[in-house]
């Protein structure tokens, strides 16, 4: 038995059951954000901890607690996040099986779970037998005060955590969140070295398809990356800025805790170095809002072009938000794909999605001034929001196909817990999905909102028939071609042809 660690960090695998047959060989595998933050923060404090990325390595449940008890640490943590907004729910799927599990086989081990679906329902999460502990919020220092704990004693007295007394459970007054002028201090970088690997290091890791050029040779080794956490802004479909969470009052969504931290730029260039000390090139950064504050990017970015660093990047903006006047030192620091936001092609859905008033026209010539910089666009789109009509996500798919950009993401609408959209399905008893995977955009039992005019089944049948319509249009196919090569384009295609099972649709 090795040496009794103080915490070991846990992301469980959901791959399966979150993406289908797209799994096996077209879905990435992230480096987990969260976990390599909490990891190096706890570290810094003196405390031993370790990551074990089931997602990664592959492993199965029996697999998996095996390893647990293999590293044999005084807490065990689950960080349940994911990089994508929907993703900390849908992570619950491998979490719960895992976290039941393990305490079936090891009760004495203590479990505890933190991230942005457990600081959506706190008390939901609580709840599960298997749970000994609850992070609030992002967790950061209520995961130190546990960590001084014996995990036993004077529970009461631990400030940021949920835990049980008597059979009851307990939410203790949450902690601050890390507040920006301590960002390099309490957060001091990223665990990379506990990441597991085969051969070497973050060769488990792969980018998204198309961050490789549509080339699965080009995938790892992959790495990702924050700059800054949370959004300036209060999107109706969006959970993201739960994790700032700071009282827990019932009905708290992401809206009540916007707002965003960076760490400085002297700071965050040297995760990049290490990154580039590692080998790794492909680089997303998760920021939801990189191309936001230029006090932030702009140093950042000119840093990583005066000290030569070769990266393939990809960030996020809003489509309001991209300053022409920095394409140049984007294209220059690396930055060969910029995800948008566009969502809806309506004005006014998205004016009450709280996306902003830009119009139509604005859109067509951000991605021109894009593209004409020699960057690739990734337009994202969602479909079925509460006011959409078939016509209205016709108008949406009929942009998407005219804007033609070099690869798009294309959700159906989901009330995801912690956001403004899921306490507004609550209270209108609006049906919700029964399980964790009926959240997953590509899951079998995804099932999406219903609209005022449409069916969650009539709005799932349109998301996955205007994904194929997209990735099998001649002009779409023929622009991959001529960006990528031959070769990229039949391996779009060859993907194109996996069609996912659906539960409502009758599969």
């Known amino acids: 038995m090795n040496k009794q660690l103080d915490c070991l960090f846990v992301v469980a695998n959901s791959s399966q059951e979150a993406y289908q047959e797209l799994s096996h060989s077209y879905s990435a595998i992230e480096t987990d954000t969260w976990s390599l933050l909490l990891a190096q923060s706890c570290r810094s404090k003196g405390y031993g901890v370790g990551i074990l990325d089931c997602v990664a ?13 293999q590293a044999n640490p005084r807490l065990v943590v689950f960080v349940i996040y994911g990089q994508n907004p929907n993703s900390g729910t849908v992570n619950m799927i491998g979490a719960y099986k895992l976290g039941n599990l393990l305490k079936e086989t090891y009760p004495e081990y203590f479990i505890c779970m933190v991230g942005s679906h457990v600081s959506a329902l706190p008390k939901e999460v609580l709840g599960y037998g298997f749970v000994d502990f609850i992070l ?4 950061v220092y209520a995961l130190h005060n546990i960590l001084k704990t014996n ?6 007295k631990v400030k940021g955590i949920g835990h049980k007394k008597d059979g009851l459970c307990i939410l203790n007054s949450p902690e601050i969140v890390v507040p920006q002028d301590r960002m390099d201090i309490d957060l001091p970088g990223m665990a990379w070295d506990l990441l597991p690997y085969k051969n070497k290091p973050f060769d488990l890791y792969r980018s998204h398809f198309w961050h490789a050029e549509f080339n699965h040779e080009k995938r790892n080794p992959f790495a990702a990356i924050y700059t800054s956490i949370g959004c300036m802004f209060k999107c109706e479909f969006c959970m993201i800025n739960i994790i700032n969470r700071n009282n827990n009052d019932d009905n708290i969504t ?10 400085s730029p002297d700071f965050i260039i040297k995760e990049f170095e290490k990154l580039a000390h590692y080998g790794v090139e492909t680089i997303r950064v998760s920021d939801e809002m990189f191309f936001l504050n230029r006090k932030y990017y702009e140093p950042l970015l000119n840093k990583i072009v005066e000290r030569g660093l070769k990266f393939n990047m990809w960030v996020y903006s809003r489509v309001d938000s991209c300053n022409s006047q920095y394409f140049e030192l984007f294209k220059k620091a690396g930055v ?9 092609a309506n004005q006014n859905i998205r004016t009450k999605i709280t996306k902003g008033s830009f119009k139509d026209i604005n859109i067509r010539e951000v991605v021109r001034n894009i593209r004409n910089s020699d960057i690739n666009v990734i ?8 006011d959409d009509t078939k016509q209205t996500m016709q108008q949406t798919l009929d942009l998407a196909l005219e804007l033609n950009t070099e690869t798009v993401n294309m959700y159906a609408c989901a009330a995801l817990p912690g956001s403004p959209l899921h306490l507004k399905a609550k209270q209108n008893n609006w049906k919700l999905p029964e399980s964790y995977s009926g959240y997953g955009f590509l899951s079998y039992d995804c099932l999406p909102l219903r609209t005022k005019h449409c069916t969650a089944e009539e709005v799932l049948q349109f998301r996955d028939e205007a994904w194929t319509t997209y990735f099998q249009n001649p002009n779409y196919l023929n622009l991959v071609e001529k960006q990528f090569g031959l ?15 659906r539960k409502i649709l009758g599969d």
């Open 336 to 344: 060969n794909w910029l995800a948008l936001g566009i969502e809806s």
């Open 487 to 501: 070769n990229q384009r039949n391996n779009v295609e060859d993907m194109s042809k996996i069609k996912l099972k």
């Open 57 to 69: 390595e592959r492993l199965t449940l029996g697999e998996s607690v095996t390893k647990i008890r």
């Open 151 to 156: 995990l036993k004693d004077d529970l009461d």
């Open 254 to 263: 992401s809206s009540d805790s916007k707002g965003m931290r960076f760490w």
């Open 136 to 139: 609030l919020n992002e967790g």
């Open 379 to 386: 337009s994202n789109y969602i479909f079925g929001f509460p």
